[in-house]
């Protein structure tokens, strides 16, 4: 279970809050969007649920691990994937891989394995020798969806996924996300393709100038609006 408690968030000497008084529950097996305009807090609040940021105010906790007080306990039970794949440089792909796998404690048979099956699922193994700044934009981001998928993460959080990759690879990775909801863990991601949100999500939050402004199923969202509304038209509608 995933879940955040009265969390604000302010940069600097800013003077709105970029993330104000968001509440979520998520629970395991559950596949939860996070939609929102440009700016309205989305990576601000998925930074502050891996760690990367603190809080100003409020509690975020993994199955009741709380994630600033116990920091390498809950990053034990998260995968990451970010917006931006910025990864070393200098490192080869393969390096990488290594490096994050020995991170985690991921065990040599088992690393075998996924390496195997997700190098080959996302069309990279022939460009983990080569090192990564020789690497297009998708590229990386497939090698990073590769290394979040090495663990077995109760918590699987990404940060606009389907950007950059191409059709194959985007829907491979739809397959993935779905196949880790059966297995009961938490997937958590930002994105601002509508349809795929639409199509994948169990539950929905919109968050626009930092607070949440709906939440629940397409069933519940749709229950405000018109009936067999699409979420475009509500997005476009509540964030106004
Ligand atoms: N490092 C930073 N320093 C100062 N202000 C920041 C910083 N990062 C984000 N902000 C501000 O915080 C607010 C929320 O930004 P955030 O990146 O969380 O939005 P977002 O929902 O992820 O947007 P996008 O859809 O464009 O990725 C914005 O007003 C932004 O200008
Ligand atoms: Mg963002």
């Given at each position: 279970?995933?879940?955040?408690?009265?969390?604000?968030?302010?940069?600097?000497?800013?003077?709105?809050?970029?993330?104000?008084?968001?509440?979520?529950?998520?629970?395991?097996?559950?596949?939860?969007?996070?939609?929102?305009?440009?700016?309205?807090g989305?990576?601000?609040?998925?930074?502050?649920?891996?760690?990367?940021?603190?809080?100003?105010?409020?509690?975020i906790?993994?199955?009741?691990?709380?994630?600033?007080?116990?920091?390498?306990?809950?990053?034990?039970?998260?995968?990451?994937?970010?917006?931006?794949?910025?990864?070393?440089?200098?490192?080869?792909?393969?390096?990488?891989?290594?490096?994050?796998?020995?991170?985690?404690?991921?065990?040599?048979?088992?690393?075998?394995?996924?390496?195997?099956?997700?190098?080959?699922?996302?069309n990279?193994?022939?460009?983990?020798?080569?090192?990564?700044?020789?690497?297009?934009?998708?590229?990386?981001?497939?090698?990073?969806?590769?290394?979040?998928?090495?663990?077995?993460?109760?918590?699987?959080?990404?940060?606009?996924?389907?950007?950059?990759?191409?059709?194959?690879?985007?829907?491979?990775?739809?397959?993935?996300?779905?196949?880790?909801?059966?297995?009961?863990?938490?997937?958590?991601?930002s994105?601002?393709?509508?349809?795929?949100?639409?199509?994948?999500?169990?539950?929905?939050?919109?968050?626009?100038?930092?607070?949440?402004?709906?939440?629940?199923?397409?069933?519940?969202?749709r229950?405000?609006?018109e009936?067999?509304?699409?979420?475009?038209?509500?997005?476009?509608?509540?964030?106004?």
């Amino acid at each position: 279970m995933l879940k955040l408690r009265n969390i604000s968030k302010t940069y600097g000497r800013a003077q709105v809050k970029a993330v104000d008084n968001v509440n979520l529950d998520i629970r395991p097996g559950e596949i939860f969007g996070f939609l929102g305009p440009n700016g309205a807090g989305k990576t601000t609040t998925i930074k502050m649920i891996v760690g990367l940021l603190k809080p100003d105010e409020g509690v975020i906790t993994i199955d009741g691990v709380n994630v600033w007080e116990e920091p390498l306990k809950a990053k034990s039970m998260i995968s990451y994937v970010p917006d931006n794949p910025e990864i070393y440089d200098r490192l080869k792909g393969i390096e990488y891989l290594n490096f994050i796998a020995d991170m985690y404690g991921v065990s040599k048979d088992d690393r075998r394995k996924k390496l195997d099956y997700y190098l080959e699922l996302f069309n990279i193994k022939d460009a983990v020798g080569d090192i990564i700044a020789s690497y297009s934009h998708g590229m990386k981001q497939k090698l990073v969806l590769t290394s979040a998928l090495l663990n077995d993460p109760k918590l699987f959080i990404l940060d606009e996924p389907m950007v950059g990759l191409d059709p194959k690879s985007a829907f491979n990775l739809k397959e993935i996300m779905r196949k880790m909801c059966d297995e009961g863990r938490i997937v958590f991601f930002s994105t601002h393709v509508l349809e795929v949100a639409e199509r994948l999500c169990d539950r929905i939050a919109i968050i626009n100038k930092g607070k949440i402004i709906a939440m629940g199923t397409m069933e519940e969202l749709r229950s405000h609006a018109e009936e067999r509304e699409s979420l475009e038209k509500i997005f476009l509608e509540l964030t106004e």
